[in-house]
């Protein structure tokens, strides 16, 4: 995999950028604008060489505009925008760049060629640009056009964000002993392939959230009224010695709420969250850990289930070791406690980081990965 550091002055040189601008909005206007300050570096990295850079990437609704996008993206750096994805308006207005300019395109999941790999709809994106930067690494698990199949028409290179999630994610799948995996959230099917690719990698591995409630199941215990996939996934796991599953839980019933332990969960009650008690029994594992890895919630904080995803939130921010956290409401959760800053390496990943973690790699990575084409 080539890095964009490698590339020199690339006056008069199109470079199509796949960046992952799906930002939330609100009213119209870009709500939180991460997503873009993360591809700034890679951006402005190519207009300091001159570069003509065009800019692609998706919104999660394939309807959807990226012109709120444009308006805040104008404000840093020289940007024009095109009501179009690869179409005669798009050409005339990648055509018309100068050196040191860049050009947004609309949403690409607006042509359906995008989610369906369609290898046209490559050509054509790619006949925009003479090299290929993909700087999408959360969109980078995901088999489209313009992740998979772009880079075997152009040079292709890894930009800086996109390295900055590789080298801080790689060294959570060879982790140092002695190491913790704490893997909570919701929605066993996102999450078993991660679980499984762990166990043989990590000494312990402690599931939360309302997965436990999976692994409750799986055991034999009563879960009530519980969130539980439904699924068997858990069975051939929750008897592994590596799993750790806390002892005591949060349960809500007709009553108000209750600390209770696994075994005394009643058919009336809804496990929300993860006693305090539990995370705390974690404290030496966590403190003796070289290596840590925490993925999801302890419990359903949305509707105010807190206290066990801030005990371990805490816990792993001041842990010794080297702590690796990611997933979108992990992220959010710790943002909103101003932890973010205390951990070794913080993912934006969401998805893609599951799927790096659980297969390690990604079908954007081996995209760079196996184009050929040389400048
Ligand atoms: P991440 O985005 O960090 O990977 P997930 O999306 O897997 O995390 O999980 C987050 C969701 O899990 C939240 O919506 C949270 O409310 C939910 N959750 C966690 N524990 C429970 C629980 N015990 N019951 C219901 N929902 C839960
Ligand atoms: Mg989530």
Known sequence: MRSIEELGNLKGVRVFVRADLNVPLQDGAVADPSRIDAVLDSLGFLLARGARVV??????????????????????????????????????????????????????????????????????????????VNDAFPASHRMHASIVSLPEFLPSYAGFRFLTEVKGLTPALAPESPSLAIIGGAK??????????????YDHLFVGGALASDFFAAKGYETGRSLVSGTKDATSLASDPKI?????????????????????????????DIAPSSIES???????????????????????????????????????????????????????????GRFTFVSTAGGAMLDFLAHGTLPGIRALEDSTIRS
Do not use: C
């Open 55 to 132: 800019i692609g990437s998706h919104m999660s609704d394939a309807l959807g505009s990226l012109a709120p996008v444009f308006a805040s993206l104008r404000q840093k750096i020289p940007v024009s925008f095109v009501d179009d994805v690869a179409g005669p308006a798009a050409h005339a207005a990648a055509n018309a760049l100068k050196d040191g300019q860049a050009l947004l395109l609309q949403n690409l999941r607006r042509n359906k060629g995008e989610e369906k790999n369609d290898w046209q709809f490559a050509k054509e994106l790619a006949s925009l640009a003479d090299l290929y």
């Open 188 to 201: 066993l099917v996102t999450k078993i392939a991660l679980l499984t690719a762990l166990l043989p990698k």
């Open 244 to 272: 750790i599953l806390p002892q005591r839980v949060i349960v809500e019933n007709a009553a108000g709420r209750d600390e209770k332990t696994d075994a005394d969960v009643g058919k009336a009650d809804s496990i929300l």
């Open 282 to 340: 974690l404290r030496p594992l966590i403190e003796s850990a070289h290596s840590i890895l925490w993925n999801g919630p302890m419990g359903n904080f949305e509707r105010g289930f807190v206290e066990g995803t801030g005990t371990l939130a805490r816990l792993v921010a001041d842990a010794p070791g080297r702590t690796i956290v990611g997933g979108g409401d992990t992220l959010d959760f710790i943002n909103h406690l101003n932890l973010r």
